[in-house]
């Protein structure tokens, strides 16, 4: 049976550092099978749409945190070992480019500034899909900004494998949840869709957008168990300090 671990959204540089390291440290113990990452690993902020035109865009902080990212992800990777690891193309990942292309279009031809080289993914043996991954017939790791925002945990990536025709899991709400979608007739279950959210890895005290109201997230990842074709996706919420998986705390 393959195990799979899937990273949620950090933001980098507003990760929540003690649960990111811990994330890391269970993945190191835990030697999974493979690793994935749903995207939204770096926030990049400079360059957002938000920020034009404001104090942001001009911070001179944007290597610093593609820095502080390619760090992490290595981290992930030396955690991981020699075993396969994919990360996602996402709406914060595509903001470099974007950025570029709008405001400075001669430069978007420039390789160097693809995100996946600014973060030295192949250097380091990280496989970045700029598109859906298929990782086991009839399911995708996706971003989650691909389809409809649905308000629900799992809504949103269930509206997606509708959509797609194909059981997903992905990031980008920061909520975690599963849900799920059989038809079948006669007694027999002839088609079966899941949408899985995974929750994120952020410091949400630093998500200062949010105002002084809360929000439907939950940090945490989730483990996949793909077994005969077959694919069991578990969330695994982190709970103050410490989070549970196979019946062992891990608390950090």
């Not at 835990?30 to 770096?42: N, R, S």
């Not at 820095?67 to 992490?72: H, S, W």
């Not at 168990?225 to 996706?233: D, E, I």
Request: hydrophobic share 35%.
């Amino acid at each position: 049976m393959k195990r799979i671990v899937v990273l949620s959204d950090m933001q980098i540089p507003y990760q929540d550092k003690r649960a990111t390291r811990a994330v890391m440290n269970f993945v190191a113990d835990y030697e999974p099978d493979e690793l994935f990452c749903v995207g939204d690993e770096a926030d990049s902020p400079e360059p957002s749409r938000w920020n034009k035109g404001l104090a942001g865009e001009f911070e001179g902080t944007l290597q610093k945190g593609l820095d502080e990212t390619t760090k992490i992800m290595t981290g992930f990777k030396e955690a991981l070992g020699d075993k396969p690891f994919h990360t996602m193309r996402s709406n914060h990942g595509d903001r470099i480019q974007n950025y570029v292309t709008r405001f400075a279009p001669a430069l978007a031809s420039l390789r160097d500034l693809e995100y996946s080289k600014l973060l030295r993914y192949r250097e380091n043996e990280i496989t970045y899909h700029d598109k859906f991954y298929q990782f086991t017939p009839g399911w995708i790791l996706a971003h989650g900004d691909e389809g409809r925002a649905n308000k629900q945990p799992g809504g949103t990536a269930l509206t997606l494998a509708k959509q797609i025709g194909a059981s997903v899991i992905c990031g980008h709400t920061h909520k975690q949840g599963i849900q799920h979608e059989h038809t079948g007739f006669g007694g027999q279950i002839r088609h079966k869709l899941y949408g899985v959210e995974v929750g994120h890895l952020m410091d949400i005290s630093q998500a200062h957008y949010l105002g002084q109201t809360g929000a439907n997230w939950q940090q945490g990842f989730t483990i996949l168990y793909q077994r005969r074709g077959n694919v069991t996706p578990v969330n695994v919420p982190i709970n103050g300090r410490s989070f549970v998986v196979e019946g062992k705390v891990y608390e950090f």
